[in-house]
C-alpha cells in the first residue's frame, strides 16, 4: 500500500527549467516512478542534452519549448499539453535564476525584473495556466522550487533579490495550498540548501565563500539534485496527500543554526 502510493504510472508532469541540474533529477525521478513527462526549457539544446541524458538510463520525456517569463506562451502550452494528453497530473516549477552578487543599493530595475520574472511571476503563470487544468479535472499536484533564501538571508553574496523573490514563492505556494485546496490540487514547495548545480557555481567568487557555506551546514557538505529530486516526487505523488501549502526545508539543517 505505502510503496504504490509513491508510484506514478498514467500520470503526466510537466518539469519547468527540466532540461539540466535539479529539473533534470526532477524529470528523471518522475520518469522512473512511470509518469510520463515533459521538460518545459527555455533552451531547446538544455532540453535535449537532458533528454539524451535521461535516454542513457533507459527513459523518456517530451519536450516543449518554454519561456515561464512568457504568460502568454504558458498559456499556450499549457492549453496545447492538457489537449494532447487529456490530463496534467504534476507541475514541477523548477525554473529559476540567481544572478547573486549584487548589493541592493547598485541593482538596476532591469535585474530586479529578471529575477522576479522568472522566479516569481513566472512560476505563478504557471501555476495559474496548468493549475486551470488541474481544477476542471478536480485533481493535480503542483511542486514549486523555493529556496532557504526565502527563511535565511545568505551570506556572505548579496542577493536581497533572489531572497525576496524565494519568500514570495513560500507565500504564493501557501496561498494557492489553502485556496484550491477543497478542490482536489495541492500545491506545496521544496526549499534547499546549496545544491551542486551549475546554479551555485555561477556565483562570483564561490570558491571563497564555500567554506562559510559549509561551516553554517551542519551536514557540512552541499545538497546533490537528486536529494531534491526525491522530495519533489514525494510531495507530487499520492504519498503526500495530506501536504498543500506546506514548505519542506532539504537544508541539510542549514536553517537550526
Ligand atoms: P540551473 O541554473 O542549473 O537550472 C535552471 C534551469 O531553468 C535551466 O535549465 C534554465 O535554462 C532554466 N530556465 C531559466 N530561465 C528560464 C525561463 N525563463 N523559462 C524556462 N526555463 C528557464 O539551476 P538549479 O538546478 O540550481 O536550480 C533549479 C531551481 O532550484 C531554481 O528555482 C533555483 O532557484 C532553486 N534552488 C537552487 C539552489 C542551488 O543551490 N542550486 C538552492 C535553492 C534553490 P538555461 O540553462 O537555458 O538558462
Known amino acids: 500500500m505505502y510503496l504504490e502510493k509513491l508510484k506514478l504510472d498514467g500520470r503526466v508532469a510537466v518539469v519547468?527549467?527540466?532540461?539540466?541540474?535539479?529539473?533534470?533529477?526532477?524529470?528523471?525521478?518522475?520518469?522512473?516512478?512511470?509518469?510520463?513527462?515533459?521538460?518545459?526549457?527555455?533552451?531547446?539544446?538544455?532540453?535535449?542534452?537532458?533528454?539524451?541524458?535521461?535516454?542513457?538510463s533507459g527513459l523518456d520525456a517530451?519536450?516543449?519549448?518554454?519561456?515561464?517569463?512568457?504568460?502568454?506562451?504558458?498559456?499556450?502550452?499549457?492549453?496545447?499539453?492538457?489537449?494532447?494528453?487529456?490530463?496534467?497530473?504534476?507541475?514541477?516549477?523548477?525554473?529559476?535564476?540567481?544572478?547573486?552578487?549584487?548589493?541592493?543599493?547598485?541593482?538596476?530595475?532591469?535585474?530586479?525584473?529578471?529575477?522576479?520574472d522568472v522566479n516569481y511571476n513566472g512560476l505563478f503563470w504557471c501555476c495559474r495556466d496548468f493549475g486551470r487544468h488541474m481544477l476542471a479535472a478536480g485533481r493535480g499536484s503542483i511542486v514549486n522550487i523555493g529556496s532557504m533564501s526565502g527563511y535565511i538571508v545568505n551570506r556572505p553574496q548579496k542577493q536581497a533579490y533572489y531572497n525576496a523573490s524565494k519568500a514570495a514563492v513560500h507565500h504564493l505556494t501557501r496561498s494557492l495550498g489553502a485556496e484550491w485546496a477543497d478542490r482536489g490540487v495541492r500545491v506545496n514547495a521544496v526549499a534547499p540548501t546549496y545544491i551542486d548545480t551549475p546554479m551555485v557555481h555561477e556565483v562570483p567568487g564561490v570558491d571563497a565563500m564555500m567554506k562559510d557555506w559549509l561551516r553554517d551546514t551542519p551536514m557540512g557538505r552541499l545538497g546533490k539534485p537528486d536529494e531534491i529530486a526525491s522530495v519533489v516526487h514525494f510531495l507530487a505523488s499520492d504519498a503526500a496527500s495530506l501536504l498543500t501549502g506546506s514548505?519542506?526545508?532539504?537544508?541539510?539543517?542549514?536553517?537550526?543554526?
Open 16 to 56: 519547468t527549467g527540466g532540461g539540466r541540474a535539479i529539473g533534470l533529477a526532477c524529470v528523471t525521478a518522475l520518469a522512473e516512478a512511470g509518469a510520463k513527462v515533459v521538460i518545459a526549457e527555455i533552451d531547446p539544446k538544455v532540453a535535449a542534452s537532458g533528454r539524451a541524458t535521461l535516454q542513457k
Open 62 to 116: 517530451e519536450i516543449v519549448q518554454l519561456d515561464v517569463t512568457n504568460s502568454t506562451e504558458v498559456t499556450k502550452v499549457a492549453d496545447t499539453l492538457a489537449a494532447r494528453h487529456g490530463r496534467i497530473d504534476i507541475l514541477v516549477n523548477n525554473a529559476g535564476i540567481a544572478r547573486s552578487g549584487i548589493a541592493a543599493e547598485d541593482l538596476s530595475d532591469e535585474h530586479w525584473h529578471n529575477v522576479n
Open 247 to 257: 514548505i519542506v526545508l532539504a537544508d541539510g539543517g542549514f536553517t537550526c543554526w
